[in-house]
């Protein structure tokens, strides 16, 4: 059981460029999120899905794409990188969404991004 | 809307001493509240969550929080630290709203000396 697995864990990036991070889960876990972790502003909600095909909007969400085509996995997109967009990127995963007993999440190590 | 104040960015303790680490919240619904800590270079690790019930929640490696409705505060104590917590603890709130929201405080980064 891997837990949360998050890859590539270092990235530079020119600005301009596009690419994506990848994160998978092997919990079975309905709901997943990506949070960016600046220094200071602790973290902030980009995207999450509550299951395969279905996702929404966070905090702050402007200049990434998510999707969600299976269970396991939920890739964040970066469409044309700015040195704004320089940070840590979380994602996480949980059985099921607040309010419920059973609500908490997993995070996987992170990706450090720095984009030039 | 709601918000989370971590009301100290760093706190230096000597080993074998207790902290307190401070979190003071804003919220016009119900929340459930959890602590997190974040090891260098490393992701979040849940260390305890208050849902409902008991208002002093324990969690792992001998920390406990008790949670104040009146002055909406979930503060994170622990009797006794060790090198080994050396760490940044993150306080988070998700209000009873559905959906996903979720807002954490800017961190408390605890140091913890010989």
């Known amino acids: 059981n891997a837990g949360v697995t998050q890859t590539p864990k270092f990235q530079v990036l020119k600005t301009g460029q596009s690419m994506t991070l990848q994160c998978a889960q092997d919990?079975?876990?309905?709901?997943m999120s990506w949070y960016r972790q600046d220094p200071g502003m602790g973290l902030r909600l980009i995207h999450y899905?509550?299951?395969?095909?279905?996702?929404d909007q966070g905090e702050v969400p402007n200049g990434y794409n998510v999707s969600r085509s299976t269970t396991e996995d939920f890739p964040l997109r970066l469409l044309s990188a700015a040195p704004s967009q320089t940070s840590v990127y979380f994602c996480?995963?949980?059985?099921?969404?607040?309010?419920?007993?059973?609500?908490?999440?997993?995070f996987g190590p992170g990706t450090r991004l720095t984009v030039t | 809307a709601q918000s989370v104040t971590q009301l100290d960015s760093q706190v230096p303790v000597f080993e074998e001493a207790p902290v307190e680490l401070r979190c003071n919240y804003s919220?016009?619904?119900?929340?459930?509240l959890f602590w997190y800590v974040q090891y260098p270079n490393q992701g979040l690790q849940l260390l305890l969550k208050?849902?409902?019930?008991?208002?002093l929640v324990k969690g792992i490696n001998g920390f406990e929080a008790e949670f104040n409705k009146s002055q909406t505060s979930f503060h994170l104590r622990k009797p006794s630290v060790h090198i080994s917590d050396t760490a940044e603890y993150f306080c988070?709130?998700?209000?009873?709203?559905?959906?996903?929201?979720?807002?954490f405080g800017a961190g408390t980064r605890l140091f913890v000396k010989a």
């Open positions: 996480a995963s949980s059985y099921s969404s607040p309010p419920g007993p059973l609500f908490e999440q997993y």
């Open positions: 919990m079975n876990h309905e709901y």
């Open positions: 899905s509550v299951g395969a095909g279905i996702t």
């Open positions: 919220s016009s619904v119900s929340v459930y």
């Open positions: 208050y849902l409902s019930g008991s208002t």
């Open positions: 988070a709130v998700f209000p009873y709203t559905g959906g996903f929201k979720t807002i």
